[in-house]
């Protein structure tokens, strides 16, 4: 089976890059790796397709979506990794991925730090201003189940206290993405 690197950007000059990289190593360019161009559903299709594989794989992102898709988007079998990365860096995944194809390390290190989609859709929600009580409801558990849910969220995130969840939660669904003419998260 191919293994195959994620791009989400239209970039030629970074997917030029990676197969550069690839030619000039020896043991990447005897292997067959292919660059693939998605978007963020696709990619996180992808992801269930490879949880049902145990396969794993890497997706190079824009650096101004990076941290919001890393915490958010919940790839389990998919490292998504910035653009800006260095080259040395992105040979050494490169190489990983044409020999293994298995980062399993990074899958456990990301468990610690990202989101589940319920934690995803709790955070939607409170920035969203609706009530615990409502919370609740909608997920069919007790208030404090929600309390729960929120203070797992927040040991994850380091936050010391609810107004740094708070802020946190604010800063990932706020417009910040305007100035690079995006709105929110993709």
């Known amino acids: ?5 994620f791009i989400l950007d239209n970039d ?10 690839m030619k000039a ?16 559903i696709e990619l996180m299709n992808i992801d269930g397709r490879y949880k049902a594989l145990k396969k794993h794989s ?23 990794v910035p653009a800006s990365v260095s080259i040395a ?13 298995s980062h399993s390390g990074w899958v456990n290190i990301r468990h610690q730090l990202c989101l589940t989609a319920k934690e995803r859709r709790y955070c939607y929600m ?13 997920f069919q558990c007790t208030e404090k189940n929600v309390s729960y849910l929120k203070r797992k969220i927040m040991s994850k995130w380091q936050c010391k206290n609810s107004l740094d969840f708070y802020k946190t939660v604010t ?13 929110g998260i993709a």
């Open 1 to 5: 089976m191919n293994s195959e690197i």
């Open 12 to 21: 030629i000059y970074l997917i030029n890059g990676l197969r550069e990289i």
């Open 25 to 40: 190593d020896f043991s990447i360019s005897n292997k067959s790796i292919l660059i693939r161009q998605v978007s963020l």
């Open 58 to 80: 890497i997706a190079i992102v824009p650096e101004n979506r990076y941290e919001t898709l890393s915490i958010f988007a919940g790839m389990e079998q998919i490292k998504m």
């Open 89 to 101: 860096t992105m040979a050494a995944l490169l190489h990983d991925v044409a020999i293994s194809g």
């Open 126 to 138: 409170v920035f969203r201003g609706i009530s615990n009580k409502k919370i609740a409801r909608y």
């Open 171 to 183: 800063y990932f669904y706020s417009d910040k993405d305007s100035l690079h003419g995006e709105s």
